[in-house]
């Protein structure tokens, strides 16, 4: 079992509405979640952080976190194509940063 | 956030030849470093760990003997790629984090190495 898996899409949303990025990840007693957004050709973006359980808001963006489910998610709302792009769920287990494969979100004008 | 440099962004050499690139952490004390490599339209490939004054901890599958990789300071690591061979063709991505201070992990800019 992977220690973070996300569907890999390709995730396609029009303009304006909101596109759901799923993670889920094993080990209970990871800590610490984050989800960063890559380009193409490009390195990896932080985009958002989460550490306790509940809404984290940020902007257009909403991180939601549920231990007891080892379940992360990212909302983004209002989507615009400029935020098609591949988005990586990362977990720190305080040891190690697992990352999953990414979601690859497209924006349809 | 924090700033990680990354040189160069792109790279082209000769098979046989080898290949530095540098990593740091401008405005932060990197504790950790770690080493990615990304094939086009693949996900992350960490190839090792860096820790600040000790050896690296590679990933299985990847050489360390051809993958070297230097933590010397709490700023800088460096992954030398030796003998480039054209399969060592890819995109290399540092990230730094300090655990101390700091759970979140920033990436440098990415290297992309084309070996002829």
């Known amino acids: 079992q992977k220690e973070v898996e996300q569907n890999s899409g390709p995730l396609s949303v029009p303009e304006g509405a909101i596109a759901s990025l799923n993670c889920t990840y094993s080990?209970?007693?990871?800590?610490?979640f984050f989800w960063y957004r890559q380009y193409s050709g490009k390195s990896p973006e932080l985009i958002m952080s989460?550490?306790?359980?509940g809404d984290k808001e940020d902007g257009r963006f909403t991180a939601q976190l549920n231990k007891a489910s080892q379940y992360v998610s990212l909302l983004i709302r209002d989507s615009q194509p400029s935020d098609s792009a591949t988005y990586l769920c990362?977990?720190?287990?305080?040891?190690?940063?697992?990352f999953g494969t990414g979601t690859s979100l497209t924006v349809i004008p | 956030g924090a700033v990680v440099s990354q040189h160069p962004s792109w790279v082209i050499c000769k098979s046989g030849t080898s290949v530095k690139i540098e990593c740091r952490s401008l405005?932060?004390?990197?504790?950790?470093m770690f080493w990615y490599r990304q094939f086009p339209k693949q996900s992350l490939m960490l190839m090792a760990t860096?820790?600040?004054?000790?050896?690296?901890?590679?990933e299985q599958g990847v050489e360390k003997d051809k993958f070297l990789i230097n933590h010397a300071s709490l700023t800088l690591s460096t992954l030398t790629v030796t003998s480039a061979h054209p399969e060592d063709s890819s995109f290399y991505i540092c990230?730094?984090?300090?655990?101390?201070?700091?759970?979140?992990?920033?990436f440098g800019s990415g290297t992309q190495l084309s070996v002829l």
């Open positions: 990230s730094a984090n300090n655990r101390r201070t700091n759970e979140k992990l920033f």
């Open positions: 080990d209970r007693g990871s800590q610490s």
């Open positions: 989460i550490y306790s359980n």
């Open positions: 990362a977990v720190n287990t305080g040891n190690q940063f697992y």
């Open positions: 405005d932060f004390q990197a504790t950790t």
């Open positions: 860096s820790n600040e004054g000790s050896k690296a901890t590679y």
